[in-house]
């Protein structure tokens, strides 16, 4: 099973927290996700990719190594994101199968592009804590009560940009 990760989930850090295991970039593979954009989420450090025909969103390209796994990723991406297929193009592999988090109807979302170096530079040294606290909380908390905390952790950080 493979992820497409066009986030925070291209940081090997945030990548442990979320799998509870080490994923170095060493096992990451580059890869786009054709007629996609990626873009600020509204209130939030994180983005989100929406339809763009003839867009690209650069990636990456992840194992993961069991059904577990996927749930802690779902979890992570919370109810505003859901897991799907979607084929993605991986220059050493060709067109693969991945698992890409998709936006429900219910995310906000915004025209501005996000950046993952942005996000890296202003936003990483808040989040990484925010983001064990959450998943500490992984099959003992719903994702509902998990999301108050989340909230309330990361607060005032969204409007400092991408």
Do not use: N
């Not at 890296?120 to 606290?133: D, E, I, S």
């Amino acid at each position: 099973m493979l992820l497409f990760a066009f986030g925070t989930l291209m940081d090997a850090e945030v990548r442990a927290l979320v799998l509870g295991r080490a994923s170095p970039d060493a096992e990451a593979r580059p890869a786009v996700l054709p007629d996609h954009r990626r873009v600020r989420v509204a209130g939030e450090v994180y983005p989100a990719v929406v339809p763009d025909p003839g867009g690209a969103v650069a990636g990456l390209l992840l194992p993961l190594r069991s059904a577990g796994e996927c749930e802690r990723v779902q979890y992570f991406e919370g109810l505003h994101q859901i897991l799907r297929d979607h084929t993605v193009r991986c220059r050493r592999d060709g067109p693969v199968t991945a698992l890409v988090c998709t936006s429900a109807d219910t995310l906000r979302i915004e025209a501005e592009a996000w950046s993952f170096a942005a996000w890296r530079a202003r936003h990483k040294a808040v989040y990484l804590p925010a983001t064990a606290a959450y998943m500490a909380g992984f099959g003992r908390v719903g994702v509902r009560d998990a999301l108050a905390g989340w909230a309330g952790s990361l607060a005032g950080t969204a409007s400092a940009g991408g």
